[in-house]
């Protein structure tokens, strides 16, 4: 039965209903409804778990290396400058292969400060070694918290997950969600059973240090985990969809793009506008599809191959910037490009930093400037609508 | 005595903190799990694939340790086991990077045990000041030299920052005094909460003495009066161990090399004489004298 909750609501619904052991807390931004609903339901009884208050965010992955290191089951959640002061831990989390699911509720970061949505935080955390799912709307940020659980748990993979949904614009929009039902969630993923954890009676020592005679191995390992969660991420979407009838992809998901001569490649929540404006624009009779890149790290290569081959153009749209060079996602997909047969003009455009709206309009300009780059690309990058009256 | 650390780690000889961590162990028996921050102690025991520790053992970060603890504490809760949790680290970590961390892990009221291995510097990075420094200390970044004397502040008063927490159990402790130490490490686990110890722990190279006097010099801080050995239950001053003749500081300072500048330069007596009035006022303050 679908249900008009709040976003952060859902969220923290889904997390409650893949039975975390320890959950740790840290109000920021607009990750704290989650926080708070999680609180609430620990108050009410309805999640039975241990539910740690603490200092910082910097604390509140460091509470969950040592209660995951136990074998608990670990989540978490934060966005923005808390993701930063996490940035250490991070590294840390999957270096010490702890399957921890994190929901990031996607904040741009400061200064100058601002609390609205874009991805800089998340997309400048891709090298951290967690994998990384980027959910368009409220019922795919809920269906993807247990597929996370099951990625992240597997064996062969251990690797902790972001699950990155835009804040604001998906922690706080009531919407109809069909809600997560806890029964059928634990017969989907089953309980975590870690073959390593601190027992006095079994001792282990985890976390030595590796000099250079073993430290690329540790990294190799990680690198391999997350090649092998390629086809794990398809696989589990694949699972979610037989149990629950419901899918919003695996590596990649596309609309309109079969057919398509100029195709956008995007992540979050700006896909339900893009998707009006493809709507609007084949109705005008433009060739225009989406490639929606649902799994930025891994990333994806040759499922966005496979998708992109036949394409006359490609405007990537991105929420980051990486201050020096383009942006996160236009940069790996023409790497991923170069040593293909594939030569489609890519353009590349950072929108909707710092809350920005994102509109049809904006959406049109794009699919506009993309279909002449097909003669001759103007310009390779550029901040879309800049204003450039308040410009010095 | 049960060797819960394994001989042929890789730390100094004549250095203190391994005796440290075998007595502590010792005291806490195998049923222990141990998070150590990144220090000496870390280095010289794990490098993979070989590890010094015969209880389990878990290394994240410099400045998480206690943190860390709080999350093995909660998961110890939630599957319903017991063991002792342990933090053993040394003071940078504890003085200074960590604070937070530990300020956490106090005033939340995790059942951890905290013992810090105080060598009084960054001893793991080559012997740079840290919070828990003494006055006029040399250090590498703290150095005597031509307008200089050392460290210019005094150490930071770490027990009595764990005291505001309301830490149930709080003492000092130190290499030279193993009975005590291991008295001390049993009372703490049995607290009902976070528990708080700080040993005094010479470094050879960092205090640059000869290896054979790590024990000797130990003991001199405490006749001094500049490391009173003190314990505090629900923080009430419940026990000193008193100096009979409490020996001059110099007796202590003469013997290191991290002091020897006081013995030569100009200002050097007027800074022995207030290193004397910090060891006094601690004689005084913790009645060591009867």
Known sequence: MMKVVEGSYAVAHAAMCCSPDVVSAYPITPQTHIVEHLSQMVADGELDAEFLTVDSEFSALSVLVGASAMGARCYSSTTSQGLALMYEVLYNVSGLRMPVVMTVANRALGAPLNIWNDQQDSVGARDVGWLQLYVENVQEAVDTTPQAYKIAEDMGILTPIMVCMDGFILTHVYEPVELLDKEKVAGFLPAFKPEYVLDPANPKTIGAFADPSTYTEFRYLQFDAQQKALAKIEAVAKEFQETFGRTFGGLIDTYQAEDAEIVLVTMGSVIGTIKDAIDEMRAEGIKVGLVKVRSYRPFPVQALRKALKDAGVIAVIEKDVSIGNEAGLVTDLKAAFYNSKIRTPIIGFTAGLGGRDITVKDIRKITEKASAARKGIESEFEFLDLRTEILP | ?290
């Open chain 2, 1 to 290: 005595m049960q060797n819960l650390l394994a001989p042929g780690h890789r730390a100094c000889a004549g250095c203190s903190m391994p005796t440290v961590v075998r007595l502590v162990l010792d005291a806490a028996g195998p049923n222990t799990i141990v998070v150590s921050p990144t220090s000496c102690l870390e280095v010289t025991t794990t490098p993979f694939p070989e590890s010094a520790w015969c209880v389990p053992w878990l290394h994240s970060l410099f400045e998480n340790a206690a943190a860390v603890a709080s999350g093995v504490e909660i998961a110890l809760k939630r599957f319903h086991k017991d063991a002792n949790v342990l933090v053993i680290g040394g003071d940078g970590s504890t003085f200074d990077i960590g604070m937070g961390s530990n300020s956490g892990m106090f005033e939340r009221g995790h059942k951890v045990t905290y013992v810090c291995y105080d060598n009084e510097a960054y001893m793991n990075t080559g012997v740079q000041r840290s919070g828990s420094t003494p006055f006029c200390a040399h250090t590498t970044t703290t150095p005597s030299g031509e307008i200089s004397l050392g460290n210019p502040r005094p150490k930071k008063d770490m027990p009595a920052i764990a005291l505001a927490h309301r830490v149930p159990y709080v003492a000092t402790a130190s290499v030279a005094y193993p009975v005590d130490l291991r008295r001390k490490v049993k009372k703490a686990i049995e607290t009902q909460g976070p528990s708080y110890i700080q040993v005094n722990a010479p470094c050879i190279t960092g205090w640059t003495f000869d290896a054979g006097k790590t024990v000797e010099i130990a003991r001199l801080a405490v006749e001094t009066g500049l490391w009173p050995l003190f314990e505090y239950v629900n923080g009430q001053l419940t026990e000193v161990k008193k100096v009979r003749r409490p020996k001059p500081v110099e007796d202590y300072l003469k013997s290191q090399g991290r002091y020897r500048h006081l013995f030569k330069k100009p200002g050097g007596t007027e800074v022995l004489k207030q290193i004397q009035a910090m060891a006094d006022a601690n004689i005084s303050k913790y009645c060591l004298v009867d």
